[in-house]
Each structure stands twice: as structure tokens, then as C-alpha cells.
């Protein structure tokens, strides 16, 4: 850890996320209002002390709504990318270790999943759906695993030959001792990094879509659909585009500093020119 905060990129990304998640969490005791309250007397407020960002054009205080937003965003995020690894890391292990015709398989399938336009396929699917956050998650999750297929494969084809591979399999090591005690623990390095910057793509993808009226729908509130009820009020409502547009930024910004900060610190050649 003290190595991880001296780098100041890194400390700031790891700031940023604990900012983040400490808001999330505690959603409901730093609101100052209900987020969904409608008060006709309010309607479009620029920021004050009484409404720190403003109010939307309901009358609704945006402060509150960015709060409980940020629980939708980084659930959204956390859970995608969590069914995104499960799937990636699967595929990628069997690809890596049995290889041959299986491995052309899997990887073909990949490269047609990669073929296609993600935003587009998930725009597709959800257009079949009913939007809903569930569904948000899984599709994203569904869609967004074959970078992390592609890593474990060739992490698993790096260290399939190694001699302590070797040595156990001709032991009588299973295959799945053999995948889960020897491969896969050294394999994770990639897996955690990936999973960390894929959260910040799965914020912007939900973000996106949510801008779009296919995300999150209200009265749920997360920053795109925040975003979404402020480009009707762009020219004297400013503070409805800036806040959620800056939340976005700053979190994508924070996951993707925090990324890069693990990478380097799991690195073995960066570990080598510390030492």
C-alpha cells in the first residue's frame, strides 16, 4: 500500500474512489431531500445554500439525486464488470490450457464478439428489453468479457510450459488443481487491473445508455439520466448538465488512475527496478 500511494496519479485515483464509494454508501444520511420530492415552488433553482446544485425542472434538489445516483452508476459498474471477469476468466482458462481445437473455438467466437461494435450490440440488445438496471448489468456484463478472455488465455499459454507446471502435472495433478492452485493465482495480475479499468468503462457505457432513455429509468436517478434532464434545459439551466457531466469525468478518471497505479505495482519488471 505505501508503495501504491507514492505514486501522486495513483493516490489521487485511490482519493477519488473511496470519495466515490463513501457517498454511495451513505447516500441516504448525507441527502439534505427525498431525491424523487417534486416541489412545484423550486422548479429550475440555480445552486444556493438551501440547494447546493440546484433543483431540476420538477423541483427536485439535484444535490440529493447526484447522491443517490452514484449508487446506481457504481452498481452498474462494479456488478457488469464482475459478470465480465466470471465469464472472461472461465473461457480464457479453458482456451489457455486445453489449446488445440478448443482454443480456436473460443477464439473465434471472440474475435466475432470483437467484430462488432460494443455500444452498438448492447444498444441491440437492450432495444428487445425492458430497461431496467438488471438488465443494464447484464448485458453490459454479457458483452464486455472477451478483453478479459483474451488476457487469461495468454497468461495461461505463458505459464502452461513453466517447470512447475510441468512437475505437478506429471505428479498427477487434475486438471482442475492444476488451473485453480497453480494457473489461474498467477494469472490475476491482468484480471484485477482489467477489472478495475472495465468498471470505469461499464460507468460510461451506463451513463451512456441511461442519456439515451434506454438506462436507468426514473424515478430511479443516475447521472445519465440526470444528464439526459438537463440538455432540455442546456441554455439557462446549466448546473443540470455540469454536475453529473463532472461526476462522470472524475470517476472514470479516478478508476482509470487507480488502474494504472495497480499495474505498475503488479508489474514483476517494475517490481524488478524497484528492488
Same mark, same amino acid.
Do not use: K, Q
Given at each position: 500500500m505505501k508503495i501504491l500511494t507514492q505514486n501522486p496519479l495513483t493516490l489521487s485515483g485511490i482519493i477519488i474512489i473511496?470519495?466515490?464509494?463513501?457517498? @454511495? $454508501?451513505? *447516500?441516504?444520511?448525507?441527502?439534505?431531500?427525498?431525491?424523487?420530492? /417534486?416541489? &412545484?415552488?423550486?422548479?429550475?433553482?440555480?445552486?444556493?445554500?438551501?440547494?447546493?446544485?440546484?433543483?431540476?425542472?420538477?423541483?427536485?434538489?439535484?444535490?440529493?439525486?447526484?447522491?443517490?445516483?452514484?449508487?446506481?452508476?457504481?452498481?452498474?459498474?462494479?456488478?457488469?464488470?464482475?459478470?465480465?471477469?466470471?465469464?472472461?476468466?472461465?473461457?480464457?482458462?479453458?482456451?489457455?490450457?486445453?489449446?488445440?481445437?478448443?482454443?480456436?473455438?473460443?477464439m473465434r467466437f471472440v474475435d466475432i464478439m470483437l467484430s462488432i461494435p460494443t455500444f452498438f450490440l448492447?444498444? @441491440? $440488445?437492450? *432495444?428487445?428489453?425492458?430497461?431496467?438496471?438488471?438488465?443494464?448489468? /447484464?448485458? &453490459?456484463?454479457?458483452?464486455?468479457?472477451?478483453?478479459?478472455?483474451?488476457?487469461?488465455?495468454?497468461?495461461?499459454?505463458?505459464?502452461?510450459?513453466?517447470?512447475?507446471?510441468?512437475?505437478?502435472?506429471?505428479m498427477g495433478a487434475s486438471d482442475y488443481r492444476l488451473i485453480s492452485k497453480h494457473l489461474l493465482p498467477n494469472s490475476l495480475t491482468p484480471i484485477i487491473v482489467t477489472s478495475v479499468l472495465g468498471i470505469a468503462s461499464a460507468v460510461l457505457t451506463e451513463s451512456g445508455l441511461s442519456f439515451l432513455g434506454l438506462g436507468v429509468q426514473a424515478p430511479q436517478s443516475s447521472w445519465g439520466n440526470i444528464l439526459t434532464d438537463g440538455k432540455e434545459y442546456i441554455q439557462f439551466a446549466w448546473w443540470l448538465s455540469l454536475f453529473p457531466g463532472l461526476a462522470i469525468l472524475i470517476t472514470v478518471l479516478g478508476y482509470n488512475l487507480l488502474g494504472e497505479g495497480l499495474r505498475d505495482l503488479l508489474d514483476p519488471k517494475n517490481k524488478n527496478q524497484r528492488k
Open positions: 473511496s470519495l466515490v464509494l463513501f457517498i @454511495a $454508501v451513505f *447516500a441516504p444520511w448525507l441527502s439534505p431531500y427525498d431525491p424523487n420530492y /417534486i416541489d &412545484i415552488h423550486s422548479i429550475l433553482l440555480p445552486p444556493s445554500v438551501s440547494h447546493f446544485m440546484g433543483t431540476d425542472g420538477l423541483g427536485r434538489d439535484v444535490f440529493s439525486r447526484m447522491l443517490y445516483g452514484s449508487r446506481i452508476s457504481l452498481l452498474v459498474g462494479i456488478v457488469a464488470v464482475g459478470i465480465a471477469t466470471v465469464i472472461g476468466t472461465f473461457l480464457g482458462a479453458i482456451a489457455g490450457f486445453y489449446r488445440g481445437y478448443i482454443d480456436s473455438i473460443i448492447i444498444l @441491440a $440488445v437492450i *432495444a428487445f428489453l425492458t430497461p431496467s438496471i438488471w438488465n443494464i448489468m /447484464i448485458v &453490459i456484463g454479457l458483452t464486455s468479457w472477451m478483453g478479459v478472455t483474451r488476457l487469461v488465455r495468454a497468461e495461461f499459454l505463458s505459464l502452461r510450459n513453466r517447470e512447475y507446471i510441468l512437475a505437478a502435472e506429471a
